[in-house]
């Protein structure tokens, strides 16, 4: 999940700026320092605050309070006698909120660790935060607090990079008395703002920063809170209300409790399951967006903090489906926010095409301003597909009729723009090419500049055909046509549809495999239909889509098992052999955890329980040593490099698809599908594992009790 658009440079003037800050822009320096090892993030929706261990944001940092894509807050430091503070502890305390634990540094006239704070945030409806100062000095000391705030307005595509320097145009509407700080700014069509509220009022404003003169006795205690509302963006975002004193209660009556409150309960022997899952499922939690389009509320899953709080399309589709044996909400609320966008007209800017389901949506300046085609952008070769997938998953485990009928005109679009517009050349196959000079080169889920290329390291051209695209597109004709023989009621698009999916199963099997190493799948076929010779994971997603034939899955198998692709943490996404590997490369080397559910679900598919559950038990190792949650990626070191999993280059954390991946694991161990309106439960548990019980689990409308163990199975209707 990357975007590799080319950025607005100081050579590419945004509309509505002067030469003078045009100037400007070109002295901002890149790469701005991140926020260390035990930054803090928390989230709401659209909504993060992205801070230090102290819980400041320092200017020039890539910290500060996020909204749809536009950075309200870009400094928020807080200060003793000009201080920094010094932190003895600081959390998470939910995935909206934290806790900051902090003390005073030897100063002049105040001795160290005279003075407590305790700083309590929590996103919902805006950043809200509580400032409390207790004083333990033997005398009473006078100090000044001061809180430095600062605003940019910078696009979130800008923050890791180059940030334009918008300070002419922002106003600065502050009140004299201290109770409030405004900044505004407008550049055309795109309006900002953000007011930071203050109770009780500073003693005085100086600048941008609120200060305090403060007369504090032993024992004394001080509190101010400060709130900072967010009216800027999509109006169907459907804001959570919060107050402090509830941000810790787990009984609060909102949407995310609800939600948390459907999904089943787990009970089993294993501790480290337990705990994984139990992450996952407050980190899909915190990555919920919720809708209402055409006044129907909705939830679906964002992309991942800090740089993808947004609609993903093919990570969305991947999360959703991971979810779906346990509850149905993520996916039918992607099935229809994905579908209200769906693809209309032909726009090369935006990479559109009719039918076609889009890669990503944005809400920031440069987009609204037209330099980036984020509103939204369609650079992507399988998120149509996977939508079909996603529907036909969802009905199996809904059997809800009445939905797949109304999805119906999306879904024949979608199925024409993969035989008219996905097949660029007519060989068959579904090709990508960007026609947007801003879009993404790679548009499968390998979508880094070097994602996709030869062993040899040499990158193929365009347009290019990616082998688990064509499996993704097999697995989705086959679905749709069940659906058609189904709820939708056209056995001639059914009949049509297996014979196209038979066709390129025949197709595929010759054109994709090669015969050398033993015989694999080649990543692709470029623009000349070279065959893309490196050894990837990919060839492990093709046994999720079912492509491969029975005769080939042994090998297949066996290479994603082997030292060169299965690191001992999960299965690389690029062979050690191969000279593009790179361990710690994006696409290169590193493990994927939602790419290793994938290929663990389609090991078992062909009968590989037990390489499935190696998998499966690596990972969730893996996770133990990271705070059992699973990263976007993890390097692609061998397991006795260091024996312990080394973390990839920063990318999001939590992640969407990587978070739904415990789950899918689970569905996997447990062989738990839904067939003909019955769940099957085929379980064959490694035993690190043990017994296996999920109460309350969703299906057709219903409750579901499950029980696993080494040696029984049982499916009971709940009460």
Known sequence: MTTTARRPTPADPMPGTTPDEQVRATSIRKLPPDLGPNAVAVLEGV???YSNAVGDVPKGSIGGLVHNDTRFLNRWELMINGEHLLVLGSDTVDYYSAAFFLTNPELPGLRANSVGVRRER????????????????????????????GSDFADLFEIREVVWDRSAKIKRLHALDGSRLDFCYRNGPFEARTEVSVDPPASRVEDDDLVWDLYLERDCRWRCELNVPLRFGSVDVLPTHRHFGEISDPDADDPATRWRAAMPELSTDCELLRDVLDKSMR???A???EKHPKDQPIVLPAGGLPWCVTIIGRDALITAYQTVPFAQDLARGTLLKLACLQGHEVDDFTDQEPGKILHEVRDGELTQL???PYNPYYGTADATQLWLILLSEYWRFTRDDEFVRGLRDNAYAALRWIDEYGDRDGDGYVEYATRSREGLGNQGWRDSRNGVQFADGTIPVLPIATCEIQGYTYDAKLRL???ADGPLDDPDLGRRLRAEAHDL??????????????????????????????MTSNIGQLLWSGIVPPQRAQTVARHLMSDA????????TTSTADRGYNPIGFHTGTVWPHDNALIAHGLARYGYRQEANRIVVAMLKAAKFLQYRLPEPLSGYDRGFGRVPVPSPPTCSPQGWASGAPLLFLRTMLGLDALDGQLILDPHLPKEIGNIQLTGTNAFGMRWNLEATPTHADVRLGP
Do not use: T
Not at 565 to 572: A, H, I, P
């Open 47 to 49: 909504s993060f605050m």
């Open 122 to 149: 929590f996103v919902g409806n805006g950043l809200h935060e509580r400032i409390e100062l207790e004083c333990f000095a033997a005398e009473p000391v006078s100090i000044q607090l001061r809180l430095a705030v």
């Open 283 to 285: 980190d899909l939690l």
């Open 287 to 289: 990555l919920r967006i």
């Open 370 to 372: 037209g330099l980036l």
């Open 481 to 483: 046509a069940e659906l």
């Open 505 to 534: 199963y025949e197709r595929f099997n010759r054109d994709f495999w090669i015969d050398e190493r033993g015989g694999y799948y080649a990543i692709g076929l470029d623009g000349d239909k070279r065959q893309i010779d490196s």
């Open 565 to 572: 692709l299965f690191s001992g943490w999960g299965v690389r």
